[in-house]
């Protein structure tokens, strides 16, 4: 099977509320999925959830603009405001967005989560403060002067990271979590239960992943990327690893990734072989002596050709490569 067959069948769309930077499945109902479009501002993906007496939104987007839409699209297909707001971890692409909710919504995370938001989160705002706008333009500069297709595929989704970072800079206000929690948290409502799990130091220093047992459906944010390369080098693989052998022990029938499209079960164990053949890739590398350098070197394996942010297959190697030299060097 490859991995453009794994999708799952026959889940419907919804044209109640348009945006350009989200599409939204219906995975149940109540439950929607928020895709994060390609040239849109929300950059991950979000979810939507109704309670029955409550709304939940997982994850807020990259800036208030998008959130703005999120924010709009879960009163609409729930029928009332929304009530609850996930962080499921501090990355700016997936808070950014908290402004756009009022301050009766309660923002909810790990305790670990809000401190980072506090800490790497503002350390974050001010690296792009100073850096963003002179990257955007240098990376339109290179796609306005390239006629090399394949660059230019490398180089839009890089673009289309730093526009609503620019956008959102600004005007920006983080809201931080009000409500924070350790190790597992559930709602209950009258239609269905939800629950956050969480995990230390997985695609981040914390990750919460939301699970809707009635409807076996999971949101992963980072902890799965589908279609994608994903971005390890904040977190710890094996981590990610144990996170997604947790989830297939839950038998889920839909899976909602950080990025990318909307999957199945399968989609757990693509992530894990990837991560298993960078590991193999470095320790090849390492028995032949390469240098860090000379990684560079390595192709995309043949599977992960497609996937997008191709930019992290050479981050990924080298900071599993810097792990693998620690160990070895304790050892």
Known sequence: MTNDNLKPANLPTTNLFTSRHFHLEQLAEGVFAAINAEEGWAICNAGIIDLGDRTIVYDAFSCPQAANDLREAAKSLTGRPVRMLINSHYHNDHIWGNQAFSAEVNIISTGKTRQLIITEGA???KWYGEKAQKRLETLETQYAETNDEAVRQELKPAIYDYQPIVA???I?????????????L?????KRSARLLSYD???CGSDTILYLPEDGIVFMEDTLFINCHPYLADGDPVVIQRVLADVKVLQPSILV?????VGTIEHLDVLDGYINNLNTSVEDAIILGLTEVELDNIPIPR???QFLFRMFFATNLKFVYQRQMKARNHT
């Not at 920006?172 to 597992?184: D, I, K, Y």
């Not at 990734?257 to 499209?261: E, K």
């Open 257 to 261: 990734p950080g990025h990318g499209p």
């Open 303 to 305: 599977p992960y050709q």
């Open 186 to 190: 559930v709602f209950n409502g009258p």
């Open 123 to 125: 350390a974050e705002i």
């Open 201 to 203: 130091n997985a695609h």
């Open 172 to 184: 920006l206000q983080v809201r931080l979590p009000n409500l924070t929690f350790t190790g597992e």
């Open 168 to 170: 959102a800079l600004p």
